[in-house]
């Protein structure tokens, strides 16, 4: 395996194997992009200046046969929460990539000229990009494919990303070649922009170069645990991620008119169920694959009354966020600005916060759908509009001077309200990546540890501790290359150690891989800190503490110093 360095200010391209003696041996993934970012990017630099990075790996075992194993992870500086940053992706290039025995791409420098990064064979080339400026992800796609092949990977920006945007998001086209996996968070795609780098485009393959220690014994790892996984989560690959939406309403805690309440009066029209009906009624697509190797296969292709594509990968976030948080109760607008957003390339969840405190200040009316489709068109055009909401809810909120801003250290948060979901809340106000869900999704009914009592939700007790452990086996998720959808639990760390040690010949015990976990979020605090994120920060928005939200009556009520300290454990 190598690693290939990219300098976008020289042109210049470097390969460096990956052996026993490289310090990419025993990292992937986020393991991988965080060290990078920690070891090789000035804390305090400028996120969209020349010392920044932008790192893209397949994780340790990606490759291989195990389930949902093909995941991407994108990381750099944040432009958004000025920490580090790993975003996580499905998509078809990081199989692509780790069968031509690329491990990572790192992007370094800075450029105004936009080009293509063309990765064949395991050989990497910049090749002119000025073909695809100002296309959306959709455009771009269409345009690679038409011009190279068929089944081609792409990483891409849209607009967003080349106006160096804070909200802009990096696109991976799923296995039906369109561009609606994104590593949406944090800002990335501004980073990519800054770099010049319109996509970074990947020939499959015939031959693999991905070498096992005991290639039966990785089999017999991996076969009875995906098998367990598509008997387990039948419910789940039916209706995906939006199996969820009912559930939070009746729970409470689906975000509503920015986070002031949390049940919506238009449920019915936006709930999983109706989500299915449509798909099936208009001859779109559900449980589909969203990279290699998923056996879950959560995603869905969403087509309008017409029977033609809107979009695809039509997720809980995206539907909450732009749907009860605007008050939009309506699945064919929803899926236009889904499509808009992957298009321009934006984080879906940060523009839907960033369109709620738009409506909250009264900027635009609450439930336009039509506004906001503009404000994307804006976004598109890069007027001054565009830049307005482009960059992101703290940016938009402070400008409109709204006080109710949904954020932790510069970041949106996602689509469950925390005064009822209490370990999310721990997860968005302590995670290294600011507000994000994803590091460590505390979801109804997860536990870290089967055999732990974590308490009811909404109850404050033992919350610290079920965020603090989802969040250090997400990281080993990460690292591994796998989605977290096959769950974050102490349990699976004996699963990721024998995949290592077969694909490896290593000897991890569960708890190396534990330790493993810990390393990442260590060395992701300390850039944290340096860069000037204490974990004073580690807090809600007031607002969230003061305001109980109806219809339960709850506030967040964790205290703040157990947030601060809640990483003092990595120490014991
Ligand atoms: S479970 Fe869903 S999000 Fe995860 S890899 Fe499969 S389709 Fe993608």
């Not at 936006?270 to 009624?281: N, R, V």
């Not at 969203?290 to 009354?305: G, Q």
């Not at 390339?345 to 940060?350: A, F, P, R, S």
Request: net charge neutral.
């Amino acid at each position: 395996m190598k690693v290939i360095r990219v300098n976008v200010s020289d042109g210049n391209i470097v390969h460096e194997a990956i052996n026993v003696d490289s310090k990419f041996y025993r990292v992937g993934g986020r393991a991988l992009t965080s060290l990078v970012v920690s070891k090789e990017v000035p804390p305090k630099c400028d996120p969209l200046g020349e010392k920044n990075k932008l790192i893209i790996s397949n994780g340790l075992i990606t490759g291989g046969s195990a389930a949902c194993s093909a995941r991407t992870s994108i990381g750099a500086k944040s432009p958004l929460t000025k920490g580090i940053k790993e975003a996580n992706t499905g998509g078809n290039s990081a199989m692509i990539l780790a069968r031509q025995g690329v491990r990572a791409l790192i992007f370094e420098g800075i450029s105004d000229i936009l080009r293509v990064l063309v990765i064949k064979d395991g050989n990497a080339e910049l090749i002119p990009g000025d073909f695809l400026k100002g296309k959306g992800t959709y455009e771009t796609a269409e345009i690679l494919k038409e011009k190279y092949e068929e089944k081609i990977g792409v990483y891409s920006i849209g607009p967003a990303g080349e106006f160096k945007m804070k909200a802009a998001s990096i696109s991976s086209i799923d296995l039906e070649g369109y561009p609606s996996r994104h590593a949406a968070r944090g800002g990335l795609g501004a980073v990519m922009g800054s770099k010049g780098i319109k996509a970074v485009i990947s020939f499959p393959s015939k031959t693999s170069e991905i070498k096992f220690h005991d290639f039966d014994g990785f089999t017999k790892v991996a076969r009875p645990f995906a098998k367990n996984l598509v008997e387990t989560r039948e419910k789940f690959s039916t209706y995906g991620t939006a199996i969820m939406i009912d559930l939070m309403n009746s729970l409470g805690g689906l975000p509503t008119k920015n986070f002031s309440s949390g049940s919506f009066d238009k449920i019915q029209n936006i709930t999983g169920q109706k989500l299915i009906e449509l798909i099936q009624e208009r001859g779109g697509k559900n449980r589909l694959a969203c990279s290699p190797t998923c056996v879950i296969r959560c995603s869905n292709l969403y087509n309008d009354k017409n029977g033609n594509h809107i979009t695809s990968s039509f997720e809980y976030e995206t539907i909450v966020m732009n749907g009860s948080n605007l008050l939009i109760g309506d699945l064919d607008e929803l899926a236009q600005i889904d499509h808009l957003c992957d298009d321009v390339g934006v984080d879906t969840i940060e523009f839907g916060a960033t369109m709620g405190v738009a409506m909250e200040s009264g900027k635009i009316k609450w439930g336009d759908a039509e506004a906001v489709k503009s404000v994307l068109n804006e976004i598109r055009n890069g007027s001054k509009t565009g830049f307005l909401y482009g960059n992101g809810v703290v940016h938009a909120g402070t400008i409109l001077g709204v006080k109710r801003i949904p954020q932790v250290k510069g970041q949106a948060i996602s689509a469950y309200d925390p005064r009822v979901f209490k370990a999310m809340a721990v997860t968005f106000s302590t995670s290294p990546m600011g507000a994000d869900h994803t590091a460590g999704a505390a979801i109804y009914g997860r536990k870290a540890r089967a055999d732990k009592n974590y308490g009811e939700l909404i109850d404050p007790n033992m919350k610290i501790e079920l965020s603090y452990e989802l969040q250090i086996f997400t990281a080993v998720l990460d690292a591994i290359g796998c989605c977290y959808f096959i769950g974050p639990s102490w349990e699976n760390m004996s699963y990721a150690a024998n995949l290592l040690n077969t694909m490896y010949g290593w000897n991890m015990s569960a708890d190396d891989v534990i330790e493993f976990g810990k390393e990442i979020i260590k060395r992701e605090l300390e850039f944290n800190r340096q860069a000037g994120l204490s974990e004073d920060m580690n807090d809600l928005p007031e607002f969230f503490r003061t305001e109980s939200s109806e219809p339960t009556g709850l506030t967040f009520n964790i205290r703040k110093e157990d947030l601060v300290s809640i990483w003092k454990k990595l120490e014991e």
